[in-house]
């Protein structure tokens, strides 16, 4: 108690930079709108980064006193890894191949051996090499020759997705001449020489498909996507022998193809666009399998003839289930797996192909994750899969579709003594307003007293159709050992219960999945296992939204708002055209141009509906080098809290300088950042002193 009654006094005596007011008048639908930090947007401003640094160093100056704590998380956590690790490797042609890691080195090494596991091993890619003298390195393609003789890989070193494609002999660790920019997806054709790709345009939208021929000086462009709401996407069917090209906006698909081994045909139209029918292809023997949502919006299973794909020829072999949403389908020689949900929940369903039985693989928990894992080979008999919850470590299996037997490959290995005997998941049911059951996912320690006294942290995302994952994390722990809660809210918006659940989330619906998430906290509030000034609540970009939308309609539920990404700034992104993601992204949150749905956004726009009152505990981060959230949405939105709020509560605002989306691309500064946002949530339930984990 010492220690958070000195850091308070402390924490009153900093002052928090202010951002100069410029004001932009804007009138839309009869309706002004003035924007006093719209010039945040300039980015080569020499201002900009002024007041960026200026709130970087108050958020070190308001975390000084966590430093030792965040130094302590940091190492708790980097204890629960192998550092030198090894994935499962697959086979892929006559290779077998895998990625690891070495302690002290920030990114993984992508590595193969030939014929056997105890053959030499070659070095395909090593990411630290590529990453020296640069902040940040994502990798994007990795896609090798039917032969194993060439790859074709797309890296990023600024975090703003721009990944530029390279090509590797790998036989002689030369890299080719051949290159592009800006890539998307690349696939090869069958002729070893033929590679394929698709480029973005000045918004990041993927839009041009291109073919190289290696060696030659010709960059075909083959297709270009006009429609700005649609975004080109191409890889190759798992049966080698077809070349799929898809259209798709965030509700209708198109989609074209060529044989793989005439890579010089003319692309044919598999299915045409139609609005608000999506679909997916894969390929069998003289069939195309089409999981497709004309009939119902969970999707249903049909076959096409590859020589004839059109719609008179479909044959039905799973029809639409309204309790069971259909996710995805993965072909092999003998049989085909379905990914499927239901209440909530993902199911793996194995059909034969010879005998047309079917059967569903079962998994232990309540609650839990599982999908396929690298599946590359086509006549098998085997599905990989991972499978892991919130008390399972990520868990790689190989599962006998004739035996009907899995058989664990690997399970992440957590050091430091972890016995999950400890801890309990569940799920839970919270009823929304109007009657609808939210899932909760939920893990804490036994030892936990369900009094309301205990912390509780609160995730929750709510759109696009996601299903946010039930995933296990060894980081988790600190805040489990320190007597928090940790859950999941399973909203409106995400697609766990199917696609009406995305539905009910979206577009003039969309208000459902704040009232969910503030329904959950309170349910959550209500069965003991926290209070309001003992509840934390996170989530990142549209999951920033969420935090943005709640913390106005109810800042008096939460302790504290951890905020990753966070878009908050929907009316002004959405107006303007020019930006990633806006106009792909009408058919999500509407387009501000119809007065209707400018109303509606109105509504729930964090920034926009700001307002002179008590704010909870706020740390916000950003990247200087995102694409898909601008830095100055949260920029903006810190300051013009700054102006607002009424409290003394602790507003911290984190702009990694040299990062994207997802933060820090190397694993020990993903850890740093980590550490930090714990380090701020224990500060905020008086557990900053707590250097300790709980007995």
Not at 317 to 336: K, Q, S, W
Request: proline share 5%; aromatic share 12%; hydrophobic share 35%.
């Amino acid at each position: 108690m010492l220690f958070f009654l000195s850091t308070n006094f402390a924490l009153a005596q900093l002052a928090p930079p202010v951002a100069g007011k410029r004001p932009k008048s804007d009138t839309i639908h009869g309706d002004l709108r003035v924007d006093d930090y719209f010039w945040l947007r300039e980015k080569t401003n020499p201002e900009v980064k002024k007041y960026l640094n200026a709130e970087n160093a108050y958020a070190e100056q308001l975390l000084a006193p966590t430093k030792d704590l965040q130094e302590k998380l940091y190492q708790e956590m980097l204890g629960r890894i192998k550092e030198t690790d090894l994935s499962v490797p697959y086979r892929q042609g006559d290779y077998f191949y895998y990625s690891r890691t070495e302690q002290g080195k920030q990114y993984s090494i992508y590595c193969r051996k030939k014929g056997a596991l105890d053959a030499p091993e070659e070095i395909t890619l090593d990411l630290n090499q590529l990453a020296i003298g640069k902040s940040f390195m994502g990798l994007g393609a990795y896609a090798v020759s039917d032969d194993g003789n060439l790859l074709a890989f797309s890296t990023d070193s600024t975090g703003f997705r721009i990944y530029n494609l390279q090509i590797k002999n790998l036989a002689t660790g030369e890299l080719l001449p051949d290159h592009a920019k800006d890539v998307g997806s690349v696939f090869w054709a069958a002729d070893n020489k033929t590679l394929f790709y698709v480029t973005k345009d000045a918004a990041k939208r993927p839009y041009r498909l291109y073919r190289h021929v290696l060696g030659s000086e010709q960059y075909d462009l083959l297709y270009e996507e006009k429609d700005e709401r649609f975004n080109l996407f191409g890889r190759r069917t798992r049966s080698g022998k077809y070349l799929i090209l898809y259209s798709g906006s965030l509700t209708t698909t198109e989609a074209r193809f060529i044989s793989a081994d005439a890579p010089a045909s003319e692309w044919q139209i598999l299915l045409p666009r139609q609005q608000d029918r999506e679909f997916e292809v894969d390929h069998h023997n003289e069939f195309f399998y089409i999981r497709v949502n004309d009939t119902g919006r969970n999707f249903r299973l049909v076959t096409a003839p590859v020589h004839d794909p059109d719609e008179k020829n479909w044959k039905e072999i799973i029809p639409h289930r309204p309790e069971t949403m259909l996710e995805g389908i993965d072909c092999f020689a003998n049989f085909y797996a379905l990914y499927e949900r239901q209440n909530g929940l993902p199911q793996i369903r194995l059909t034969d192909l010879k005998s047309g039985e079917s059967h569903y693989l079962a998994f232990p928990e309540p609650a839990y994750s599982v999908f396929p894992s690298t599946n590359r080979e086509w006549d098998t008999n085997l599905l990989r899969y991972s499978y892991q919850s919130l008390l399972t470590p990520s868990s790689v299996f190989d599962y006998d579709v004739t035996a009907r037997q899995s058989t664990l490959l690997k399970e992440t290995e957590v050091l430091g003594g972890y016995d999950k005997n400890e801890y309990a998941s569940e799920r839970l049911y919270a009823t929304a307003k109007d009657g609808a059951r939210i899932p909760i996912s939920i893990v804490y320690k036994k030892s936990l007293q369900k009094d309301g006294r205990s912390p509780m942290l609160l995730n929750g995302y709510g759109s696009y159709g996601f299903a946010l994952p039930v995933s296990f994390n060894s980081n988790r722990l600190s805040l489990l050992d320190r007597g928090f809660a940790v859950a999941i809210a399973h909203i409106r918006g995400g697609g766990e219960m199917g696609k009406a659940w995305h539905d009910q989330g979206r577009m003039l619906n969309k208000m459902n999945t704040f009232t969910d998430f503030i329904a959950s906290a309170e349910y959550l509030i209500a069965e003991k296992f926290t209070s309001k000034d003992r509840l934390i609540i996170e989530g990142g970009s549209a999951g920033g939204l969420l935090m943005g939308a709640v913390t106005n309609l109810r800042p008096d539920l939460f302790k504290a708002v951890v905020s990753h990404v966070p878009f908050v700034d929907v009316i002004n992104t959405m107006l303007d055209e020019s930006l990633p993601l806006t106009v792909g992204e009408f058919e999500e949150w509407g387009n501000p141009k119809k007065k209707e749905e400018y109303e509606y956004i109105k509504q729930y726009c964090p920034y926009t509906n700001l307002a002179k009152k008590s704010y909870p505990a706020m740390l916000v981060k950003t990247s200087f080098n995102d694409s898909q959230v601008m830095y100055w949405e949260p920029a903006k939105y810190v300051a013009k809290i700054r102006s607002l709020k009424t409290d003394k509560n602790p507003l911290a605002f984190v702009t990694n300088m040299g990062a994207g989306h997802g933060g820090a691309s190397g694993r020990y500064d993903r850890l740093r950042e980590i550490a930090l946002d714990y380090a701020f949530m224990l500060m905020q339930v008086g557990l900053a002193g707590e250097t300790e984990a709980l007995p």
